[in-house]
């Protein structure tokens, strides 16, 4: 009897859990989409950034993660000739 009871609440618990992180998720994204910071670093606050790690939605700049001494010529926008102008 007490395996029943046992398999009840943990099957309780885990509804209740995926509820919960439901909600936060819902509220972060309306945090995230009303103050417009999905491309910030920071995120507007703690549902933010819960519901940033519950999606996968981790922003890091490719700048970030590169060496000091790499060269910034990549991040120029390129070249292109201005050619004749008639």
């Known amino acids: 009897m ?6 009840i609440f943990v099957v309780a618990a885990g509804f209740a859990f995926v509820i919960v ?5 819902i509220v972060g994204v309306r945090r995230e989409e009303r103050y417009m910071t999905l491309e910030n670093r920071q995120a507007p606050g703690a549902t933010a950034h819960l519901a940033r790690m519950v999606l996968g939605r981790y922003v890091r700049r490719e700048y970030d993660a590169l060496p000091d001494d790499f060269p910034d010529d ?3 926008p390129p070249q292109r000739s201005a050619g004749t102008r008639y």
């Open 74 to 76: 990549h991040m120029l």
């Open 21 to 25: 992180v439901t909600v936060v998720v």
């Open 2 to 7: 007490a395996a029943i009871y046992t398999t």
